[in-house]
């Protein structure tokens, strides 16, 4: 299906690690889409899913194109929309940077608030566990709750052995 649509995608965890091991799931497919693709490819994408009797997508580490939310709409896909807040090296402690993550949030909330398709807004992606990280993202759910009620709010959070603590926000 997939080599018939042009599709080419990747095997891993994809950041997902911690929800795959407790589902017992070794490995999940990847294909990824950015600026250089248009209509066609997301559409080629989003066909391949639905082929496979997939339901749901994660549009991970940034918000995709009205044109992918519209499309996933038509298909009847369940969308996981995401803000690019991830890795080590963002400044949590920064008010600046918390300020961003919160403006994209809330556009991306307005922008998508009334797709029948988005079922949780993210608002991380392989963060590590610190004191920083959680208040910033303790504030930025609480911000993302109040533009939407309605929606749970995820993270895709990094599986980090060096890490022993988890926190619940």
Same mark, same amino acid.
């Not at 009797?53 to 896909?77: C, I, K, Q, W």
């Not at 398709?117 to 004191?131: G, L, Q």
């Given at each position: 299906?997939?080599?018939?649509?042009?599709?080419?995608?990747?095997?891993?965890?994809?950041?997902?690690?911690?929800?795959?091991?407790?589902?017992?799931?070794?490995?999940?497919?990847?294909?990824?889409?950015?600026?250089?693709?248009?209509?066609?490819?997301?559409?080629?994408?989003?066909?391949?899913?639905?082929?496979?009797?997939?339901?749901?997508?994660?549009?991970?580490?940034?918000?995709?194109?009205?044109?992918?939310?519209?499309?996933?709409?038509?298909?009847?896909?369940?969308?996981?929309?995401?803000?690019?807040?991830?890795?080590?090296?963002?400044?949590?402690?920064?008010?600046? +940077?918390?300020?961003?993550?919160? *403006?994209?949030? @809330?556009? /991306?909330?307005?922008?998508?608030?009334?797709?029948? $398709?988005?079922? #949780?807004?993210? +608002?991380?992606?392989?963060?590590? *566990?610190?004191? @920083?990280? /959680?208040?910033?993202l303790a504030a930025l759910i609480q $911000?993302?709750? #109040?533009?939407?009620?309605?929606?749970?709010?995820?993270?895709?959070?990094?599986? /980090?052995?060096?890490?022993?603590?988890?926190?619940?926000?």
């Amino acid at each position: 299906i997939l080599d018939e649509e042009g599709v080419a995608i990747r095997a891993g965890h994809h950041c997902a690690q911690p929800l795959m091991e407790h589902l017992g799931v070794p490995a999940t497919a990847r294909a990824s889409f950015g600026i250089y693709n248009d209509e066609n490819d997301i559409a080629a994408l989003l066909r391949s899913a639905k082929a496979l009797d997939a339901n749901f997508v994660r549009l991970a580490h940034y918000p995709h194109s009205e044109t992918a939310t519209r499309l996933a709409d038509e298909m009847g896909l369940l969308v996981w929309s995401e803000i690019p807040v991830y890795w080590e090296e963002i400044g949590y402690a920064n008010p600046d +940077v918390y300020s961003l993550a919160e *403006r994209m949030m @809330a556009a /991306n909330i307005a922008r998508d608030f009334n797709r029948a $398709s988005i079922v #949780t807004w993210s +608002v991380a992606n392989e963060t590590p *566990r610190n004191a @920083a990280r /959680n208040a910033f993202l303790a504030a930025l759910i609480q $911000s993302v709750r #109040t533009d939407d009620p309605t929606r749970p709010v995820s993270a895709a959070l990094n599986k /980090n052995p060096e890490v022993n603590k988890t926190v619940t926000v």
